[in-house]
């Protein structure tokens, strides 16, 4: 069964690095998101794209965000200046048609733990 | 946005059925309900999803009543390895933007006991 897969599966870095997570999302999806999840809270939606635009973002996604779909396969996140409060797991997901079907089911990958220092 | 509300924990024993209840009072005309197990460490994965009555798969039912303001999750004997997070979704179409969010809310704890 395809699956989406994300790297690194942990990642450590200090305050104010950059940092880039990476997602292969299922080959015939359409669209891709990415969530977080801050240690025993909620799933946090973050950010939608479809046809190399983001199509919906939460007010968390700020300017020190971004994504990107530099080939075919991958996508990526990226955090410019990381905070302590960016520590979190990231999920990336992808789905065949988009949200914009309310019956659109999403396939998560299996997180990247970022740590802050 | 639609909102969800479920209780904050559930406790079973293994071979128990097990439901659980979420509440959706604004859902939309459109909105289907589509309801996501999270174990430890894990992203969320697709358990089941309805629009009305009821829906039966391999793994859960989900038995949703007329007037769709609310929808049962159903684990028939549930066994250790069902203990999870369980999240119930319904549309969120940001009508203004053209795009969609989708909001988890907390979830239902659900510890399975021997």
């Known amino acids: ?117 | 946005l639609a909102k969800t509300t479920q209780p904050i924990s559930m406790d079973s024993y293994e071979g128990q059925e097990v439901n659980i209840t979420c509440s959706h009072n604004n859902i939309a005309t459109n909105d289907y309900i589509t309801w996501y197990q999270q174990f430890p460490s894990q992203g969320p994965r697709f358990i089941i999803q309805g629009y009305k009555t009821k829906v039966t798969n391999e793994v859960a039912s989900l038995f949703i009543p007329a007037d769709r303001k609310s929808s049962t999750l159903s684990l028939p004997r549930v066994s250790l390895s069902d203990t999870a997070v369980y999240y119930c979704l319904v549309g969120d179409y940001e009508k203004d933007t053209g795009g969609f969010k989708t909001i988890f809310g907390a979830g239902t704890r659900l510890f399975v006991k021997a």
């Open chain 1, 1 to 117: 069964e395809p699956e989406v897969t994300q790297t690194p599966s942990h990642q450590v870095t200090q305050m104010g690095q950059e940092v880039i997570l990476r997602c292969v999302p299922i080959s015939n999806h359409l669209y891709f998101y990415w969530y977080r999840q801050i240690l025993g809270q909620k799933v946090e939606f973050l950010v939608s794209f479809y046809n190399n635009e983001i199509s919906e973002k939460s007010e968390i996604f700020d300017d020190q965000f971004s994504v990107e779909r530099p080939d075919g396969s991958n996508f990526t996140l990226k955090i410019r200046s990381t905070k302590l409060e960016d520590s979190a797991m990231y999920f990336c997901a992808s789905s065949p048609y988009g949200t914009t079907s309310s019956t659109d089911t999403q396939y998560f990958g299996p997180g990247t733990r970022l740590t802050v220092l």
